[in-house]
């Protein structure tokens, strides 16, 4: 099924078909149940921005995430290609100091539409690295960053016209904005901000509760230039990321005192309000009914955030007492294999193709955004790019079609989980998390407690059976509190061939083989060598 238009190798539309705008809204660690439309009765916020972009489209109820932490999330959105095929970087920074996650040589979103006649932006957190200019030839730091001197690697490198971002998250230094590559403002500070407390340089004039409403003045600001042919001549995408409800919990003046649930709803309430904003702006300019807006999350709620504004061991659950459950029925948190950590809201408006108060239950991850929006752009991908991209824009018009997503695999910080139809297996028991601030059960106690159980120490081939896995059947037990791991011993190793096979052939999707950056992956390299010996 084809959408909006085919492009000619100039860019330009070869038949009458209107290509959409686009617009990518992606909050960071806001869970599925902070959302109104998802949460429904357990979520005890006030959400009009994300309930119009529901009535008004079709939601997604089964997307997930590629990971429940974020970098490699950002990594597989931008390129289609899941995280753990990258190399990792070295050497690295600290923080917003990361050295860049993707080589600038890769194709990317950004990439694929401005070959395909876009005008290209990106608002908001990147946290995808960066190449500063230090004042010692010496890897980017805390102390040696020159912020006269423009990036040499910023989202220019990336394929995006303009850009204006938090080099990381808003609790990670440096505090500054960058524009275009070039840094804004005087850093001549050294601040930190609440939850964390990471002191580091800081733009003088920089406040944590300023950042969403600067955004999105930036991203009504790029509306408005772009909104007609006549000002830009092109269609244009826009990736809008959001650095909250993720810590600092510090909405503006505006929304303090908001709602009843306190502090946290007050943020959320922010992040709402920025997408709001977004498709107010869109109205303005009349070009709300050909655009296409997607919102999301990166993954699931942070277990530490909540109404103490300190990042506090099982913050949490003081929300979930109140009533307001930010994973909404789901299990885990960020960081972990569960649900609650890598099932993310989702939905798509878009009203000259997608029709409205629809609900699609398909499985679809984030980075399939690539080859959707190459699809409904006519962006052209060869057989080379976007390896682990799957196009749902068959799904947009008719969203009781079959899941045109197999399989999804996934990973907690600790280690890797896989979902196909119904049924879910975890490469380990427990939550896959450390549990610092907590996910339960923790990495170290499950893996413990799964010995003692077993008898004995397993060797490597028994690690991939009961009690060292998890197997689970989401329709039937959503919750996932009943492990089935013991009765399914050949569905197991049917779903970890998945995985193996998707390592393999270096792509999820059809084509010839694709060689991966890194010549493996060991699953199970974090179990404690209290568990093997080893």
Not at 1 to 30: F, Q, W
Request: glycine fraction near 10%; charge should be neutral; include cysteine.
């Amino acid at each position: 099924m084809s959408y909006g238009v085919t492009v000619a190798a100039d860019g330009t539309g070869v038949n009458d078909a209107p290509r959409p705008n686009i617009i990518y809204i992606m909050a960071d660690d806001m869970g599925y149940g902070d959302a109104k439309p998802f949460g429904q009765d357990r979520c005890k916020i006030p959400t009009p921005g994300i309930d119009q972009l529901a009535a008004e489209g079709l939601r997604f109820t089964n997307a997930h995430s590629v990971s429940s932490v974020c970098v490699p999330v950002r990594v597989a959105i931008m390129t289609g290609r899941y995280p753990w095929r990258f190399n990792r970087v070295q050497p690295d920074g600290p923080w917003g100091f990361l050295n860049p996650r993707i080589p600038t040589t890769h194709n990317t979103i950004g990439k694929m539409l401005q070959a395909a006649g876009y005008t290209t932006g990106y608002v908001g957190k990147w946290h995808l690295g960066t190449k500063m200019q230090p004042t010692d030839g010496k890897n980017q730091g805390i102390t040696n960053v020159d912020y006269k001197k423009p990036l040499t690697i910023s989202p220019v490198q990336y394929g995006f016209d303009y850009s204006f971002i938090l080099p990381g998250s808003l609790d990670m230094y440096p505090y500054v904005f960058i524009r275009n590559g070039m840094w804004v403002g005087n850093v001549n500070k050294q601040r930190g901000w609440s939850a964390f407390n990471r002191i580091g340089p800081t733009e003088e004039n920089f406040e944590d509760y300023e950042v969403l409403n600067t955004f999105s003045n930036e991203v009504e600001t790029f509306i408005e230039k772009n909104a007609t042919p006549s000002k830009s001549g092109k269609p244009f995408f826009l990736y809008f990321a959001l650095t909250a409800p993720h810590t600092p919990t510090s909405p503006h003046p505006d929304f303090q005192g908001k709602t009843e649930l306190g502090l946290y709803g007050d943020f959320v309430s922010e992040v709402d309000n920025c997408v709001a904003r977004t498709l107010t702006a869109l109205k303005k300019h009349g070009i709300d009914h050909n655009t296409m807006v997607v919102f999301t999350s990166d993954h699931g709620p942070a277990s530490y955030a909540g109404n103490i504004k300190k990042a506090t061991y099982n913050n949490i659950k003081g929300l979930e007492k109140m009533g307001h459950y930010p994973a909404g029925i789901y299990r885990g948190y960020k960081f972990s294999v569960y649900e609650g950590g890598l099932r993310v809201p989702y939905v798509v408006r878009w009203p000259a193709m997608v029709k409205p108060r629809q609900t699609c239950n398909r499985l679809i991850g984030l980075q399939d955004l690539m080859a959707t929006i190459a699809e409904v752009s006519g962006a052209v991908v060869d057989d080379t790019e976007a390896p682990d991209s799957i196009s749902y824009a068959p799904l947009l018009r008719d969203p009781n079609l079959t899941a045109t997503r197999e399989a999804m695999i996934m990973s907690s910080v600790m280690s890797y989980t896989i979902i196909r139809g119904d049924w879910k297996l975890t490469l380990c028991p427990g939550s896959g998390a450390r549990g610092v601030y907590g996910n339960t059960p923790k990495w170290d106690d499950a893996w413990n407690d799964a010995v003692d159980q077993f008898g004995r120490r397993p060797n490597y081939e028994e690690l991939l059976s009961h009690p060292f896995v998890q197997l689970f059947n989401l329709r039937e037990d959503p919750t996932e509190s009943q492990d089935l791991s013991e009765a399914n011993p050949k569905l197991i190793i049917e779903l970890f061939d998945i995985i193996t096979t998707t390592w393999k052939n270096g792509r999820t999707t059809s084509g010839p083989k694709l060689s991966n950056d890194k010549p493996g992956v060991n699953y199970w390299a974090r179990v404690p060598k209290s568990v093997t010996g080893k």
